[in-house]
C-alpha cells in the first residue's frame, strides 16, 4: 500500500464517510482541541481517496473533529493507494485492517470496536481467515466461536452496541437478541439501560417477555409500557439493581400467574404456621413433584426441643395438611 504525506485542506475531507469509524463518535474534543492548539497535531490523520475529489478518514476521526472545531484551513494527512495489483474491494480489505491495528496498537478493543471491525471484515473474509490475521491485526487471538458470535451480533443496533460496551447488557442476552426483529430488540435494550441484572437473568427477561408476547398476541413494547413497570423504571429511589430485581419478579408473575399465586398462598400459609424463622418448609421446584424438605436451626438443647414440640403440633394441623396435594 502506498502512503504520501501531505497537508490537505480541511474541507476535501468529507465528514459523512464512516467506513472505517471503529467506535462511537464523539463529541467532546474539547481537551484534543487544546492540545493541537497549544502543540499543534502531532500525529497526521490518515485518509484514502474517495469520489467526487473527497478523501475519506481511515485513522483519526477525533483528530480532524478537533482540527475543524478550531477552524483550521488544512491538516496534515498522509494519504493512502493501493497497490498497482489491487482492486477496490483488496484497497478497502488493507484500509479496514490499518484501521483496525492503529486502534488496537494503542489499546484492546472494546465490544463495540470488536463488532464493528469483524462485521466489516466479513465482508471479505471468512471465520477461519479473519481468526488467521487476528494476532496481528487485532492484537490478540481470536478464536473461531468468538468471531461467530459476534459476526451473529452484526445485525444489532448502535443502542444495543454501546450498551454491550458499557457493560449493560451481556454477550448471550445480545445473542438473543440478534435473532428477533431490530424494534423489539431496542426495546429490551432501552429497559436494560435503566436496570442491572447478570446475564443470566436478562436471558430469562428476553424469554419470558417474548413468551408472554406470544401468548397474549401483543408486542413487547405494550408489555413495558403498562404503569407498573414504567412506575419501576422511572422512580428515582431505586438503584439499578432494585429496579431489576423488581422488573423479573413482574415478568415472571406476568408469564407465570399461576405458580406466582402458588407460591404467595404457600409463603403465607407457612408464616401463619410460623414456618419463616428458624423452621423452613421447601417446596418442590416450581412445585413440580413431590418431595418437600424441612430444615430447622437450633442453638441449644432447649431451642432443639422446641422445634420438635412445634413439628409434632404442625403433623394435626389442617392448615399444615392442605399446604399438600
Known sequence: MHKSYETVPVGSIDPAYQRYRLGQPSFDVENLKDAINRSGLIHPVVVKPVPEGKYGLVVGFRRYDAVKKLGHSHIDAIILGPDE?????????????????????????????????????????????????SPAVFNQVLNPSIVRQYIRMAGLSENLRVLMSTGRLSVKPALMLSDIPTEQADVFGAVFSKISLSSSNQKDVIQLSLEISSRDKKPVKQIFSNDPFLQILKDDHLDPRAKGKKIKEMIAELRFPHLTQARNTFTKTCRSLGLSGRIQLTPPKNFEGLDYSLSFQFQSLSEFESCLKKLDQLSGDEQFRRLFP
Open 85 to 133: 495489483e489491487w482492486d477496490e474491494k483488496k484497497f478497502d480489505l488493507e484500509c479496514l485492517k490499518f484501521a483496525i491495528t492503529e486502534r488496537s496498537c494503542q489499546r484492546p478493543l472494546d465490544v463495540f470496536e470488536l463488532l464493528c471491525a469483524i462485521e466489516r471484515l466479513k465482508d471479505h473474509l471468512d471465520v477461519q481467515e479473519i481468526v488467521a490475521i
